[in-house]
């Protein structure tokens, strides 16, 4: 393979990991949010790299590894680039929120509460309101829909349609889909830790991480080999669990070490993988 056709494959290859990663972040984290944590951990991760081959981690270097300027490499460096972690900053529609509960403009001079606020107009409106906080070309419409989907606004339609806040903390998803996103995180990371570790680790020290698959599955069969992969799962995460209670030890102790194995199947939902 060519040296642009080595790019071009490791650059598919971490399109398909960052669009699973993508999947479960759009409508959660913005993505100006997103480019600043990842500004923080490239600077932070470049460095741990040129310490560990012995190369002094300078601002010079780190530019160039990182390919950010070095003004934004000082910035982190010298903690003034804080990535965003209120959660005003993470999504637009916590930060009208935000701004509704605290800006005088939009309160009720009598109960110091979000006012009722009319839909559309200038002045104290929920189209103002848009402006100032989101400060992007987003139709009223667009915000309203979301807000009362996810329950933190009410549209009373009086001879003025106006919107009252019924909550000002937003949630973009589930208790339920919070929870299994996070398991996804968890479970993503750790794969990918076992990965970078066995490309550093001489053979003998490689940790399993193995995956086997077919492309030539049949549909009409898909369902079959879910039941039987399930059942053959669920036989060996009891017999890793058992595996585990032998090793624990009965206390926590300083030193200790996190261990750990994980199950899973793929392919057959929402792949990105084409067969051949």
Same mark, same amino acid.
């Given at each position: ?168 903390? *937003? ?50 069969? *898909? ?54």
């Amino acid at each position: 393979m060519t040296q642009a056709g080595e790019v071009s494959s490791h650059t598919e290859a971490v399109r398909l990991v960052l669009r699973r990663v993508i999947r479960l972040l759009i409508g959660s984290i913005s993505f100006p949010a997103l480019a600043d944590v990842i500004k923080v951990i490239y600077v932070e991760e470049a460095q741990r790299k040129l310490k560990r081959s012995g190369t002094k981690p300078t601002k010079s270097a780190l530019a160039l590894m990182t390919g950010l300027d070095t003004r934004v490499v000082t910035s982190v460096l010298e903690r003034r680039f804080d990535p965003a972690t209120q959660a005003s900053q993470i999504c637009a529609e916590a930060a009208l929120l935000e701004m509704w509960e605290s800006d005088p403009f939009f309160k009720d001079a009598e109960t110091n509460r979000p006012a009722r606020l009319p839909i559309e107009g200038r002045g104290r409106t929920f189209q103002s309101l848009i402006l100032k906080s989101v400060g992007r070309n987003i139709t009223v419409k667009t915000v309203l829909d979301r807000l009362v989907a996810s329950g933190n606004i009410k549209v009373h339609s009086d001879i003025t349609e106006k919107v009252e806040m019924l909550s000002q903390y *937003y949630s973009p998803v589930s208790d339920d889909t919070a929870e299994m996103t996070e398991i996804a995180y968890l479970e993503s990371s750790r794969v990918l830790s076992a990965a970078s570790y066995n490309m550093h680790a001489e053979p003998e020290l490689r940790v399993p991480q193995q995956g086997r698959w077919t492309y030539r599955l049949a549909p009409e069969n *898909y369902l079959k080999f879910r039941m039987e992969a399930r059942d053959l799962l669920e036989r060996q995460i009891r017999e890793g669990e058992q595996l585990l209670e032998k090793f624990e030890e009965v206390r926590k102790q300083p030193g200790q070490l996190t261990v750990g194995i994980g199950w899973y199947q793929w392919g057959g939902h929402e792949t990105d993988e084409t067969g051949e």
